[in-house]
């Protein structure tokens, strides 16, 4: 049995950035991960995980997803799972999302930690992250010639939690095991017993849980013998559209400091905030939409863009959740199921017409359609301080209520549904709660 004073579960934003915390505070980490990387023989099975995300149909990438749902022995029903078991989990495709929306909000310490561990310190510059997605490439007549999707592995990627990861693997005092996954936790009197699927064993004085909202409520359900109590999941309904707009418009608004317009929209008769994006129609996503039309789109985009100068853009709406109902629990065969459900369907449909009247004079609807829930959605809430199940109910700084030195740092401890990127505010708790063990256990 391997003994450490601190041990993190998973590598994703909150388990790199509270490992980061606590190693500038000198304390000796050690981190367990399943770690999965880009592998070719790592594929997933779409049809058995029912993968919706365009960005993950493309098998370059279904290693981020590889045996999430098998590992974590999850059913699904009305619901689309988006998880990670990879090294640095989601963060490795999507990124960490617009500097610009963030800026400022933070405490200084945590904003060097940004600015130390940001491969573009300064993109809120124009000219530091280009994108020419909406313009025509001076060489060629194609539109649209090398979009994609936020981050996607290039080098204009915003944040991935793995450069953390290297950083901290040059500390002595830093530790990571791979090819771990952590299958349960017992809690002893004055230490916590760790095992994973390959038999191996670990004691830790301090657990920190950092394996995305469904994960750690997966292992606290089992350490605490939660069966069949529902908690509800908290999550947003999403929509996704198609629309033309003008030039003008994207030339000032999209594209010109992050690549996606971020927008808030408050429809006070309604009393809904929703919030959501809107981006070029291209790359994986483009190709996606492409297929579920019987004429080639890719016509109409030069159609559009050469002989009407206006723009085809591809936009998500995020409605709160008090549009599902959703909820997640262990059966007594110990597998975790997740039962979506969607409600106020009038009031719904009222708020998204509403939106699309209010910015008319901005982009013209051609197309929309409510995506599967769960399928681009962040998940929170299972173990926030608000929680009605006791034994999942967390204290101000993530400490479990029923469990003493057992952390949640992830976005379980979220009590509201997670905003449209809310992994700076993930990364956020979580810094704070390292610097708070180290001082506690100083």
Not at 7 to 30: C, D, F, M, Q, R
Not at 130 to 140: A, E, L, T, V, Y
Not at 250 to 266: C, E
Not at 279 to 284: A, N
Request: glycine letters at 6%; one cysteine or more.
């Amino acid at each position: 049995m391997i003994y450490s004073k601190i041990i993190v579960v998973g590598s994703g934003p909150s388990g790199a950035t509270v490992a980061y915390s606590l190693i500038e505070e000198k304390k000796k980490v050690l981190m367990l991960d399943q770690g999965y990387n880009n592998n070719t023989q790592i594929r997933e099975t779409i049809n058995n995980n029912k993968i919706f995300h365009p960005k993950l149909l493309n098998k370059k990438y279904q290693h981020v997803v590889y045996n999430f749902i098998k590992k974590n022995k999850i059913i699904q029903k009305n619901f689309f799972l988006t998880g990670s078991l990879a090294l640095g989990g989601l963060s490795n495709i999507w990124g960490g999302g617009y500097w610009n929306y963030y800026k400022g909000i933070f405490d200084k310490g945590f904003n060097n930690f940004l600015n130390n561990n940001f491969k573009i310190l300064n993109f809120h510059n124009e000219d530091s992250f280009k994108i020419n997605n909406f313009f025509r490439d001076g060489n060629s007549n194609t539109i649209y010639k090398s979009a994609q999707l936020l981050s996607l592995k290039n080098k204009k990627q915003i944040f991935n939690s793995i450069d953390i990861i290297k950083k901290l693997r040059k500390k002595k005092i830093f530790s990571y095991k791979k090819n771990s996954f952590v299958k349960d936790i017992f809690a002893k009197k004055n230490f916590f017993i760790v095992s994973d699927d390959n038999g191996n064993r670990y004691k830790c004085k301090i657990l920190i849980l950092a394996c995305g909202t469904i994960g750690s409520t997966r292992l606290v359900m089992k350490l605490n013998k939660i069966i069949n109590v529902k908690q509800k999941l908290l999550h947003n309904v999403s929509y996704g559209f198609l629309g033309i707009t003008r030039k003008k418009f994207v030339y000032k608004k999209i594209y010109k400091h992050s690549p996606n317009l971020i927008f808030m929209h408050n429809s006070s008769k309604l009393k809904s905030k929703i919030s959501g994006s809107i981006g070029p129609y291209s790359g994986e996503l483009g190709e996606f939409i492409n297929k579920k039309f019987i004429f080639p789109l890719n016509i109409l985009i030069n159609l559009i863009f050469n002989f009407f100068k206006f723009y085809l853009i591809f936009g998500k709406i995020f409605l709160p959740a008090k549009f599902c109902s959703t909820k997640i629990y262990l059966n007594k065969n110990e597998n975790l199921i997740i039962d979506g459900t969607t409600i106020n369907l009038d009031k719904k449909n009222k708020v998204i017409n509403d939106f699309f009247k209010v910015n008319k004079n901005k982009f013209v609807k051609v197309y929309q359609k409510e995506l599967p829930l769960g399928s681009d959605s962040h998940y929170t809430s299972t173990m926030s301080p608000e929680s009605k199940i006791k034994k999942l109910k967390t204290k101000s700084f993530g400490e479990l209520i029923s469990k003493r030195n057992l952390f949640i740092v992830d976005a379980s401890i979220i009590g509201k549904e997670g905003s449209h990127f809310p992994t700076f505010e993930i990364m956020k708790n979580a810094y704070k709660i390292g610097k708070y063990i180290a001082q506690r256990y100083n």
